[in-house]
Each structure stands twice: as C-alpha cells, then as structure tokens.
C-alpha cells in the first residue's frame, strides 16, 4: 500500500511549482537546456542519443557558405531534417543563417530562402516554421548577425528567442502542459541531488519505493525526464534498460574523449599521450583504432573509477560506437580514415541496400562496418576499413561494402565466385542492418535490389529482391522487371537463393555478451551454443511477451510429477500462482499462439500447510540446473532450438 506524503509537504511543493514559474504578468516562464551539437560527421553516430521529440531544434548554417556553395551548405542542412525526421519527428525546427554582418542585404536573404526552397522542396514546408516578418516577404530561415556582443542586440536575434518560446508553448504534444504526479517531481529532486553518474534500474526502484512511488510509474516517469533530456533512459537495446544516467553531460564528456574532430578539439594531454604512446596515438588518429591502455589514459580525468571507465566501454560498445577487434583493442568506425584511391571494379555479382524511401544516415554505415567486423572471418588487422569503404570476408567470401550517402545505398560487390558466395553475404548483411535497424533507427525502410555482371550496365540495372522472388515462384526463366522494357533471365539471380539451406542467424559478438550479462544462465552453457541457437535466444530473451508458461509446459511439469511422485502424486501439491503472473498472461495472449491459462486457473486453492512437492521437487531443481525461470525451461523453445545441446 502506498503511504501518503505529509500534507504540508504536498502543499509547499505545489506552491513552489506554480509560484516561481510565473512571470511578472502572471504568464507562465519556460526555462529551458540547451544542447550544442557538434555539425561534424564524426558526431553523427551520437545523435540517436540526444534527439528528442520534446525539443525545439536551431538548424544554423553559415549565409556566406551558402552563397559560394549552395549545394554543399544545403546537403548539410537536408541532413539534419532527415535524422530529426528519424530521432525527432514532429518536433519544431528553425533554420538559422549566421554572419548577417557580412550578408546584409535584404535581396541576398531572400536569395538565400529561394535557394532552400528550390533545393528542399517539399521537406523544407512539412518540417521548419519559417520566419514571418511583420513587415515584407517572410524567409525559410532567420538572419542574424552573431558578432555583436554586449548591450546591442540583433532585432533578428530577440524575434528567434520569441519563436522559439512560442514553438514550444504551441507544441501539438503540449508536453509544457501535460500534468505530472508529484511524487515525479520529488524523486527528480533526489535524483538531479545524487553524485553518482549512474544507477541500475534495481536501485531506481528501490529509490521509487522509498519515494512512495508507485511501481507502474516508474517507468513512464523515465520515459519523460529522458525526452526532456533532464536524464537518460534507454529503451532499446534492452541491455541499457537496466541502466538510469543520471548525468548526460558526464555521458557526452567521456565519449568526446575518444571520439571527436581532430582539426577543432585536440588538447594538450593528447599531445602528451602522443609522446608517450606514439604507435597507438598514431592507430587511433589513422586508422580509429584504441586500446584499452589508450582509453585508461584518456578517461584518466573525471573517470578516475575502474567501474566508471568499464561502463563507459561497455555503454560505446553496445551503442555500436565501437568494437572489439581483439583482446583490448577496439575499432572507433566514425574514425576510420577517408580513402582517395580507386575501388576495386571486378565483382562477381552485386546487389544493393536502396534506402531512398526514407535515406541512409553515416551513423547506420558506421554501425554496419562495427557489426560486420565482428562476424568477418579472417584476421581482423588484415581488413581494409575506410570511411565509406570496407572489404572484408564473411566464412571466406570476400566482399566489398560501399556506402554512396548522397544516393541513399549501399553497395556490396562479392568478389567470390562459390556457389553459396552470394546468398550468404547477402543474408548477412541484410539481416546485419535489420538488428541495426530495429535497435537504433526503426523508422529507416530499405529494399534490396539485385545485380549481376551478365547484365548490361549491371549497376544501373537494380532489380528487386521481392520481383525475383516472385519470378521464381511462379517458375519463369524470364520476366520483365517494373518499369523497364527488357526481359531478364531468372537464372542470372540464382546466386542470391538457396532453397537447400537455412538463411544464417547473425548475431555479433558484443550482442551475445549483453544478453549473457542480463541471463546469468547462458554463461553456464555458453559453449553449447552455436550462432544458430545464439540468435534464436537473442531472438526470444528480448521479447518479454514469450516469458509466460505453456499449457503444455505445464503438462510436461505434470508428466515428471506422475513419474517422481507415482501413487502418492494425487495427494502432492503445486502452488501454481507463485509461477505465473496474470498480467503476463496477458500479455502472452497478444503475442504468442499458445494456449494460455485463464486467471479462474491460476488462481487454485493451495493448503497453506503444503510443502508445494511439485514446485520443491520439480521445478527449482530444473531451475537451478538451467539457471532458468522454469517457463524458458519447459516452454518447448529450448528443445526446438536448442535439440544438439544438453539443455531441455
């Protein structure tokens, strides 16, 4: 039972809330907290941490860049709409011209916001406010002259503090207006209080608890203070649920660490480091290679604590910012060098990640190259990683991955003429990007085309996966691709399909060891498992809708009892409410096809004075051998997957 928090206290908060959030003439006041995000591609693989629907966004550019290069200013600005329309959707954005001192014409701002419309179009009148000025035409952006300090102000400047404070008030969410218990507000207070940079969600609600908060708003609470960036809470991957920061700055300062722009932010302890450790100072620079001995010096400050430093490589880890490439040594993607030199032209066949119905950021590229190193085969320094290039082997067949941003693809040409060549990386890599899509970036959509070196200009030739597909079905030699004249040969594809095998299971190497850190019982067992049943446990872990036990399950519970017990199992006991949960049932009930319990069954009449034989006898002895709760033991999902292990 919840307590009730004294009266006066309740009272003294309200007044506090409601008192000191007004203005002068009774108008509510917004404070706001403001994020300066680094416009350098080597931070791109950070925003999905910080963007926010409860946010007001200033996209700022430079007038005098536009106007010597339209086309590369506005690519820029075309790419933080996208990646707000991916991370923000919905969420307000002004776009920002500086150095009006050196851009003062009305006619060269009006050039300007013609420019951006031509080049934007239809993206630029669906997400940005543009700046309705009381007088004249009204511009895309807002011109201001950000070299005057001091008293004088640009007009421009106090017109974008009023916009932005309108945008949020006037926010379709109203998320400035939307009432919050509290007893949120307390647990804030205590938690914005605390030292720690951290906390497991196991301490948040013993915090909750004590807080008299109720146990089912915790996590909605959450959900709040990380969209208004007061804390950050992740929800997927679902290894950092179980983690609460409570600093985000003290987050973005240890990952700046490590990675950031080399020509702006180089200090005076990296050049220290350089004289100490040259030949790592120099694989870090180059090729975005780290040691563990490196990040122990560059966290050396503010991150003092062993266990503060190892949650910093596991947070970049699992966030896919890095990978292991050997014991203690890492691969930063968003530092790997550009390459100038020519690609290799000669590919047995190719097929393409078209990602034109929404766009490919850098940041998924990125991610891509840090999954693949981890399922490449061969010798991990052997392989040739670059910016927008990687060539590498998935069990021996050489590929090559090329990321064209400006196009929205990405192409993956196979060097490897095996039989098996083709329909293995193309699985891989397809299923590679979905992990990566359903985890970072669910609003991306790709579809896969294919290619083959038969065809005339193969790469202007991109055929979809799903139209083969259903050529083959339908058993045709030849058909004629949507919205071209020519006739293919069915045949020319076969490399992409093999109806003989199971299409692989991947699953990286920092994903299986997230998931053994949340399931203590897979290190029991780990060398049992394959990457078939290691993916097929990713899989069904992550989805709590498969936690609830099965009536056949419980039918298998049933079998061992008449077999240990014999003539006296009738007089033996189960206290079956103690192994299943109502609302998980629920849940079941929504998202898996089996026969579920209805809550007259759970609900049985147990003797208090019974020793629960089945639940002694049975159950935890097959709990405790599998290090399992007894639903993933008995629910039959272990047997199917897993037949080749002792695990049952």
Not at 100 to 129: A, F
Request: net charge neutral.
């Amino acid at each position: 039972m919840v307590r009730r928090l004294p009266v006066e206290d309740v009272a003294t908060r309200l007044d506090q809330m409601t008192s000191l959030g007004l203005k002068e003439d009774g108008a509510r006041s917004i404070t706001f907290s403001t994020w300066d995000f680094g416009g350098q591609s080597v931070f791109h693989n950070l925003h999905h941490l910080f963007l926010s629907r409860y946010s007001v966004y200033l996209v700022v550019f430079k007038m005098t860049a536009l106007l010597k290069d339209a086309k590369g200013t506005v690519e820029m600005v075309r790419y933080w709409l996208n990646s707000l329309a991916l991370h923000a959707k919905g969420a307000p954005i002004l776009l920002v011209g500086t150095h009006k001192d050196q851009v003062i014409k009305d006619r060269e701002h009006h050039e300007i916001s013609e420019v951006l419309l031509e080049i934007l179009g239809d993206r630029l009148k669906e997400q940005v406010t543009p700046f309705a000025r009381e007088e004249g035409e009204g511009l895309w952006f807002y011109p201001i002259d950000n070299s005057i300090s001091g008293h004088s102000v640009d007009p421009v400047v106090v017109e974008l503090r009023h916009a932005i404070e309108a945008c949020a008030k006037e926010d379709p969410e109203e998320y400035l207006e939307r009432p919050i218990p509290v007893r949120w507000r307390g647990l804030l207070d205590l938690l914005l209080s605390r030292k720690e940079s951290f906390l497991t969600m196991q301490e948040m609600k013993v915090l909750a608890e004590e807080q008299c908060l109720p146990a089912w708003q915790l996590m909605p609470m959450l959900e709040m203070f990380h969209e208004l960036g007061v804390l950050f809470h992740f929800s997927t991957p679902i290894e950092l649920r179980e983690i609460v920061i409570l600093q985000p700055q003290w987050l973005v300062s240890g990952i700046c660490q490590v990675i950031f722009d080399w020509s702006l932010h180089e200090q005076e302890h990296h050049k220290q480091i350089k004289l100490e450790m040259k030949s790592t100072y120099d694989a870090w620079r180059e090729k975005g290679i780290v040691t563990r001995r490196l990040l122990d010096r560059l966290w050396e400050f503010g991150f003092q604590e062993p266990a503060l430093k190892e949650f910093l490589l596991r947070f970049m880890e699992e966030v896919a910012l890095l990978c292991e490439v050997e014991p203690d040594t890492f691969l930063v993607p968003c530092l790997l060098p550009d390459e100038s030199g020519p690609i290799k032209a000669s590919a047995h066949c190719t097929f393409f990640l078209n990602f034109q119905p929404s766009f490919l950021p850098d940041s998924l590229f990125r991610r891509l190259i840090c999954y693949a190193v981890q399922k490449s085969s061969g010798r991990k320094q052997e392989l040739q990683l670059f910016a927008s290039r990687a060539v590498m082997s998935f069990e021996g067949h050489e590929c090559c991955i090329i990321a064209h941003l400006e196009s929205d693809l990405i192409q993956v040409d196979l060097h490897s003429d095996h039989p098996t060549g083709a329909w293995l990386v193309l699985h891989t890599i397809t299923n590679l990007v979905e992990h990566l899509r359903l985890d970072f970036m669910k609003e991306i959509r790709y579809e896969v085309q294919l290619c083959h070196k038969a065809l005339e200009k193969a790469r202007d030739m991109r055929i979809p996966k799903l139209e083969v597909e259903n050529a083959r079905k339908s058993r045709l030699t030849k058909f004629r691709p949507k919205g071209t004249t020519r006739l293919v040969q069915t045949s020319h594809f076969d490399g992409f399909f093999n109806a003989e095998r199971t299409p692989p299971s991947v699953l990286v190497d920092s994903q299986w060891r997230q998931l053994k850190s949340t399931w203590p019982f897979l290190a029991r067992h780990d060398s049992q498992f394959g990457a078939t049943e290691r993916a097929a446990l990713y899989s069904y872990l992550r989805d709590p809708a498969q936690w609830g036990i099965s009536w056949n399950a419980l039918e298998s519970i049933e079998k061992d009892a008449k077999e240990k017990f014999g003539a006296d199992f009738r007089k033996k006991s189960m206290p079956l409410c103690c192994a299943f949960d109502v609302e998980c049932h629920e849940r079941c009930k929504r998202h898996m096809n089996l026969p579920i319990l209805t809550k007259a069954e759970l609900t049985l009449q147990i003797d208090p004075n019974s020793r629960w034989h089945v639940v002694q006898d049975i159950v935890k002895p097959s709990c405790a051998k599998h290090g399992a709760p007894i639903a993933l033991v008995r629910n039959g999902f272990l047997v199917r997957r897993f037949a080749r292990s002792n695990v049952t």
